[in-house]
C-alpha cells in the first residue's frame, strides 16, 4: 500500500484524487489546498490549508500552479516522503535538493467535469534514484498503462509539443468557428471532420497525413481561399501556415 | 431504386463506390474513369474511359479534380440524369445550365485504404428544384444519418473552415513531431492529447476548450517557450498564434 498526500485542490488536484481513492494499492492520506473552498470535494478524506499540519506519507503529489512549487515545496524539508511535482514545464530541481525528490506527470489535458480515461494517458516520471523510480513506477502504474521514465529536457520538450498539439489545434477549430459563423454555415458539420483528423495519426505519421491546396503546391486554390478570408488575422495565419506546409513539403518530396 | 453512375476512380470515387455497393435502394450502373489503371477495384461493375461510352443513370457523380469537373461536364449535355459534382469549393452552376445540376459534398477527409464511416458524415447538398432536392436527400440518407442543404457560399465557407480544422491543424501535429524528434522525446506520448482535444470540443466550444499561457496570458511562459524553440519557422508560428489567442480573450473576456 502505497501513502500519498495530495498538495493541490484545483482541476488537476481533483482528477487525481477521483482516481487515487478507487485504487486498492493507494491510501490518499490527506489533501492540501490553501483555501478551504474546495474541501467539501474531497469527503470524507482529512483536508488542510495549513502547511504546518501536513502528515506524514510515502509521496506528497504537489499539483499547484508552477510559479507555488518551489515554496510550497519548501515546507515539506522535514519529511521522509518522496516528493514530486506534476508540471511538464519546471525542471526537477526546483525542489529542494534536500528531499528525495522527483515528476509525476500526467500528459493530457483535463477540464473540469469531464471525465478522462487515465488508463491510456502516459504518465511522465523522473527521480534522483532506482527505489525512487521504482515507487512511482509502482504508483503510476495503479492508474495508468503507459508509465515513461523522462528526464526534465525531454519533458519539457514534450510539453512544448503539447502547445502545438493541443492550445494551438484548438484555436484553429476556434478560427473554423469564426468562419462558420460570419458565412451563416454550421460548423457542427466540421466535427467529424476534426475527430477523423485526430484519429487519423494514431496509425499515420502527420508528415504523410497531410493534405490541402499548401499540401498540393496548389496556387490557384491558395490564392482564391486568402481573397475569401475577411478576417485580417485570419488571413496572416492561413499565409503563414500555408508557407510552412509548401516549405515543409518542397524540401524533403 | 436510384441508379448512379460515378465519374472518377481516385480516393474519393473509391469510398462513393464501396459505400454505395453495399446500398440495397442504389444501384451502381457504371464507373468512368481517365485512366484504366483503377478499373479492377470496381469489378464486377461496367466501366469505361471513354466519355462517349457513358449509360443512362438517375444520377451522375464528378467525384474528380476542381479543375476538371467543367471541362468532363461538358460530355453529359446530352443526359437526363441528374448531375452533381462533389466539391466543397467550386459552386453548382460550374456545370452547364442545360443540365439539371446540382452537388453532393461529403464533408470529410479520405485517405487511401482507410476506411471511414459515412452514417457521421455530414453530406451537403444543394439543387435547383426541389424534386432534384428529394432525389439528393434520397440518395444522401442512404449512406449517412446528416444530410443538409446548403447554399454555394455556405459550402464554401465551410471548406475553407475545414483547411484550419484539418489541414492546419494536422500542420500542428507535424510541427509537435519535429519538436519531439529534435529533442529525443517519443511523440506518440501526444496522441492521447491529440485525441481528447479532438474530443473535448465534441460538447464544448473551442473558445471555452482553450488552455495555455496565451489562454492565461502569461508572458513569462510564454517567452521561455519561445526561446526554448530552435526552428525559427517554429518561433514564427508559436508568436503568431500565440499573439492571436492572446487577442482573442482580451477582446472578449
Not at 54 to 68: G, L
Request: charged share 20%; hydrophobic share 40%.
Amino acid at each position: 500500500m502505497i501513502s500519498i498526500l495530495i498538495l493541490g485542490t484545483g482541476n488537476l488536484g481533483k482528477h487525481l484524487f477521483d482516481v487515487f481513492m478507487v485504487q486498492n494499492g493507494v491510501e490518499i492520506i490527506q489533501v492540501y489546498g490553501r483555501s478551504k473552498n474546495a474541501f467539501s470535494y474531497f469527503n470524507p478524506t482529512n483536508t488542510t490549508s495549513d502547511l504546518v499540519n501536513i502528515k506524514e506519507a510515502d509521496i506528497y503529489i504537489v499539483a499547484i500552479s508552477d510559479d507555488a512549487i518551489s515554496e510550497v515545496s519548501k515546507f515539506l524539508v522535514a519529511k521522509k516522503g518522496l516528493i514530486v511535482h506534476t508540471s511538464g514545464s519546471i525542471p526537477m530541481n526546483i525542489l529542494p535538493n534536500k528531499h528525495r525528490r522527483g515528476v509525476f506527470y500526467p500528459l493530457q489535458t483535463f477540464t473540469v467535469n469531464r471525465k478522462v480515461n487515465f488508463k491510456e494517458i502516459p504518465i511522465c516520471i523522473e527521480a534522483e534514484n532506482k527505489a525512487d523510480y521504482e515507487l512511482l513506477n509502482e504508483l503510476g502504474s495503479t492508474i495508468s498503462d503507459k508509465v515513461i521514465q523522462l528526464d526534465s529536457d525531454q519533458r519539457k520538450a514534450l510539453h512544448l509539443a503539447a502547445v502545438f498539439a493541443n492550445n494551438f489545434t484548438n484555436h484553429m477549430y476556434h478560427i473554423a468557428q469564426e468562419i462558420c459563423v460570419q458565412n451563416d454555415a454550421p460548423f457542427e458539420l466540421l466535427l467529424p471532420l476534426i475527430n477523423e483528423t485526430a484519429n487519423k495519426i494514431q496509425d499515420l505519421s502527420p508528415f504523410v497525413a497531410q493534405t490541402g491546396p499548401a499540401r498540393r503546391n496548389d496556387k490557384g486554390t491558395l490564392e482564391k481561399q486568402l481573397a475569401q478570408l475577411k478576417n485580417k488575422k485570419h488571413r496572416k495565419i492561413y499565409s503563414l501556415l500555408s508557407k510552412s506546409i509548401q516549405k515543409t513539403y518542397g524540401k524533403k518530396l
